[in-house]
């Protein structure tokens, strides 16, 4: 079990450009997040999905948009990156409560 | 909206030395959850706590969830090196998938 697989581990993209973090698990687990952390900060959830075909804004979605492809799949798409958007991105499945994290994208925005 | 707040925001600590950090919720939680980051790291699953009052130990590290199930607490009997990291808790509000992150105690053990 490979457990919570994130990619690319890092990227730099200039201000405007867009792009998708990936994230999937092996689990089976229904639950999905998408976190961002930024330097020094606790974790801030961006969009979660409580099951397959649902997706739900979380405390800082704006900016951000989510595609449950699948059971296994969540992706987080930035159409439009911006500096403030600089930061360390946590992707989770869950389990009856226990959260499972990803290993995480580096998210740099010039 | 809901929020979480730990204090303290920084701890340091001597090896041996007992550390505590504490967890308030502005809503009543369905449960509460801890979890630790080493530096560079991701979030580890430590526990989950459910029931009013109820308190969890594992080994070093004791868990509390408060009566009104608004508050929580993580106590490290006698630190060691390893156990450096940041703890966050998480909580939960009823009819929510929704878990919201307390800021975090960054603990440094100094040997």
């Known amino acids: 079990n490979a457990g919570v697989t994130q990619t690319p581990k890092f990227q730099v993209l200039k201000t405007g450009q867009s792009m998708t973090l990936q994230c999937a698990q092996d689990?089976?687990?229904?639950?999905m997040y998408w976190y961002r952390q930024d330097p020094g900060m606790g974790l801030r959830l961006i969009y979660y999905?409580?099951?397959?075909?649902?997706?739900d804004k979380g405390e800082v979605p704006n900016g951000y948009n989510v595609s449950r492809l699948n059971k296994r799949e969540f992706s987080l798409r930035l159409e439009s990156a911006a500096p403030s958007q600089t930061s360390v991105y946590f992707c989770?499945?869950?389990?009856?409560?226990?959260?499972?994290f990803g290993p995480g994208t580096r998210l740099t925005v010039t | 909206g809901q929020q979480v707040m730990q204090i303290p925001q920084y701890q340091h600590v001597q090896e041996g030395e007992d550390f505590t950090t504490y967890c308030n919720s502005s809503?009543?939680?369905?449960?509460i959850q801890w979890y630790k980051q080493r530096p560079g790291g991701h979030p580890v699953f430590l526990i989950q706590?459910?029931?009013?009052?109820e308190v969890k130990k594992q080994k070093r590290l004791t868990f509390q969830f408060g009566e009104a199930k608004k508050n929580s607490s993580l106590h490290i009997t006698a630190t060691q090196t390893t156990d450096v990291g940041t703890y966050f808790c998480?909580?939960?509000?009823?009819?929510?998938?929704?878990?919201?992150f307390g800021t975090g105690t960054r603990l440094k053990v100094l040997a």
């Open positions: 989770a499945s869950n389990l009856q409560g226990e959260q499972y």
């Open positions: 999905s409580a099951s397959e075909g649902t997706t």
């Open positions: 689990m089976n687990h229904n639950s």
């Open positions: 998480a909580g939960k509000a009823s009819g929510t998938y929704k878990y919201i």
């Open positions: 706590l459910v029931k009013s009052g």
């Open positions: 809503t009543t939680l369905s449960n």
